[in-house]
């Protein structure tokens, strides 16, 4: 089976959404069936719909902070789940001021979902298993960002369980069947190949500082908010957010596999957002600037 994960990016704009640029989502699937959503900006529903992925299949909700760009989109995916019968459990994660935000919204609308909604309050650094099945996990790690309010960085972490050497019970005469299983057990290298683990980050909105880099450290992909591009670095600093070239940098000095460009101002309007990627590369070649519903994908 090709172990798979892949990455929409649903809304990739600054404060300010555009026609071409919606604010802050992005959606994680796998081929173990997880669904995972970072941020729930105005309109996620609508580009999850162009995206052809379920509102019911999602699992895990993990929010950055409380800036409504990042979670306006939230009180209306929430009816939109219950509109169409979902009945499973739903895991959101957030900081204090968001899980409120959550609570407050549920009690004005007088909201009956039909399903539960484990919310899990962080703070400072910390890690959630969101899935376990047969040895196979993930893991979410926090920690904090360096923004005008309390905001967390993100990684999602794939361990997945050592896979049988098929080459190996070839040579030995092994039959394939139930008993392979306690070679597994065996911890035998010889019948095992190990895997590494996969890393995806999402700095969510931040200026660059250590906390980020402890976060996105070895990562396999990061999407690193770059809002605004080198003529705007004195804003970027005011604002507590990041130009393309300091992601970049980040992502240098983290040990990044690949760097994606997201959280794009909007007075960046169609190419001139490119320049943002120019000014990236210059640092880190492997920097792709994503644009709403792009897609990429992982095998792992």
Not at 94 to 112: C, M, N, P, R, Y
Not at 244 to 250: I, N, V
């Amino acid at each position: 089976m090709t172990r798979w994960i892949e990455l929409t990016t649903l809304g990739t704009g600054g404060a300010y959404p555009g026609e071409n640029r919606f604010t802050a989502s992005y959606v994680i699937r796998d081929w173990l069936g997880n669904v995972v959503l970072l941020d729930v900006g105005e309109g996620t529903q609508y580009r999850l719909r162009q995206a052809d992925i379920p509102l019911t299949r999602i699992s895990t909700i993990l929010i950055t902070h409380g800036h409504g760009d990042h979670i306006n989109g939230l009180p209306g995916l929430l009816q939109s789940m219950y509109l169409n019968t979902r009945n499973i459990p739903l895991n959101i994660i957030a900081s204090s001021d968001v899980i409120k935000f959550i609570k407050d919204t549920l009690e004005v609308e007088g909201a009956h979902l039909g399903f539960s909604i484990n919310l899990y309050e962080i703070n400072q650094e910390g890690k959630i298993e969101i899935f376990n099945q047969k040895g196979d996990k993930i893991n979410v790690y926090w920690h904090p960002s360096c923004h005008s309010r309390e905001a967390y960085c993100y990684t999602l972490e794939w361990n997945l369980r050592p896979r049988i050497n098929v080459e190996e019970m070839k040579r030995q005469g092994i039959i394939p069947g139930p008993d392979v299983e306690k070679y597994i057990e065996s911890n035998d290298d010889k019948m095992l190949i190990r895997l590494n683990p996969f890393r995806i980050s999402y700095t969510g909105d931040t200026k660059p500082c250590d906390s980020i880099i402890k976060c996105i450290k070895d990562s396999d992909v990061i999407i690193h908010e770059s809002t605004f591009s080198d003529d705007n670095e004195k804003e970027a600093d005011q604002f507590f957010h990041s130009t393309g070239r300091r992601a970049a940098l980040d992502a240098k000095n983290s040990r990044a596999s690949l760097l994606i460009l997201s959280h794009i101002s909007s007075r960046y309007e169609g190419y001139e957002a490119l320049e943002i990627e120019k000014q990236a590369k210059e640092e880190f070649k492997n920097t792709i600037l994503t644009w709403d519903l792009a897609r990429f994908r992982f095998i792992i």
